[in-house]
């Protein structure tokens, strides 16, 4: 005699369901309370698309929050793309110096609030001294030089700059080589890719479930699955650096691949900078191993004999009068605290005033 199949009453098969349901959201629901109690996340959301130029931009008209144990911050990104509480014209009215400012999160000023970012107080204390300087902040979490290089030529010149300051960051060094938007040939920069859009077709898909944005920005233990998913993810890499440790000194070595095209990714835009009457002001945003010992890592070696830039390192200020102030915040993504952001304007505004660099150039 054949046995039949032993089926599950829809009831049962529903109050099951129901159950699983419930467990899911009251684990989910107690490890978001447990976070915010005893291991607080920082919640530190960004936007970006897909540019006509084939790189990033930030996502324009958003506004969100990056809040932390040390930080509660507002970012708003004008229609633009650029973050500004206004829409900037491109025509630059009379008598106004223009800024425009290339870099990425550092650059930004990601974890401080917009008037306290390096960029906005070297302009205010310059218009403090009599200058009338206005701030173009092309910068984009992510960016290498490659992609500053890129936004300079299709984006920054339109603005008629006499002054670009470009935030330079040791990551820069990784992110032009893996971005593959240039290469070096015999010494000589070409471009290579046509496109580098790290992640954003994934952002746009996850975007469109109901829910993911606000979960994003503010559910903390969908930050702590991601970021250390993302840990994870980068170990497996192939050729995933390895740890950031403090050099010891600074070795002499021939220049590496990733030194020498940064350098070159430099001096273009120097040349592009010189083309179009404006001046290039590089601030290097030195490397943090504690609260006491930072470094430089701009590819001085790959440059010399090569190019003279115009460098402003705000280490001596950290390692000397502010020795043992938190200047890069520790529960967050380490961007410059409102203290290191100040002295940086300050250091910044006092080296353009000194250098005349706002000055324009001789006919």
Not at 97 to 118: A, H, N, P, Q
Not at 258 to 273: D, G, K, Y
Not at 295 to 300: K, L, T
Request: a positive charge.
């Amino acid at each position: 005699m054949r046995s039949e199949s032993y089926q599950i009453p829809p009831k049962r098969r529903l109050r099951t369901l129901l159950r699983i349901a419930f467990a899911v959201a009251w684990s989910l629901l107690a490890g978001e309370l447990f976070l915010r109690a005893f291991a607080p996340q920082p919640l530190m959301p960004r936007s970006v698309r897909a540019s006509d130029i084939g790189i990033r931009t930030n996502t324009p008209s958003e506004t969100y929050w990056q809040r932390s144990t040390e930080v509660n911050v507002r970012v708003h990104i004008n229609s633009q793309g650029i973050r500004a509480d206004d829409d900037i014209p491109l025509e630059k009215p009379a008598g106004v110096k223009r800024i425009v400012v290339l870099g990425d999160s550092y650059g930004l000023g990601y974890e401080v609030d917009l008037k306290d970012s390096f960029a906005m107080q070297t302009a205010a204390r310059l218009n403090a001294a009599g200058e009338n300087v206005q701030i173009v902040n092309l910068s984009v979490s992510g960016f290498g030089t490659a992609e500053e290089l890129l936004t300079l030529q299709h984006r920054g010149l339109a603005f008629h700059p006499d002054l670009v300051l470009l935030a330079w960051h040791y990551t820069d060094l990784d992110d032009n080589v893996r971005s593959r938007l240039f290469t070096l040939k015999d010494g000589k920069l070409f471009r290579d890719q046509p496109t580098y859009l790290p992640g954003v077709k994934t952002r746009r898909r996850l975007e469109r479930i109901p829910g993911y944005v606000w979960m994003e920005r503010n559910c903390q233990l969908y930050s702590f699955i991601r970021e250390k998913t993302a840990g994870k993810l980068d170990d497996l890499m192939p050729g995933a650096p390895a740890v950031h440790a403090m050099p010891a000194a600074i070795p002499i070595r021939p220049p590496t691949y990733r030194e020498q095209l940064a350098v070159a990714l430099l001096q273009s835009i120097q040349e592009e900078c010189e083309k179009n009457g404006a001046k290039l002001l590089i601030f290097d945003v030195p490397s943090r191993f504690s609260r006491t010992e930072f470094a430089s890592e701009f590819p001085a070696a790959a440059a010399r004999g090569l190019a003279q830039f115009d460098v402003v390192s705000p280490l001596d200020e950290f390692r000397t009068n502010l020795k043992g102030e938190k200047l890069f915040w520790e529960h967050g993504n380490g961007h410059l605290t409102v203290i290191a952001s100040h002295v940086s304007g300050k250091l910044l505004a006092d080296h353009i005033l000194k250098r005349k660099l706002l000055d324009s150039p001789p006919r």
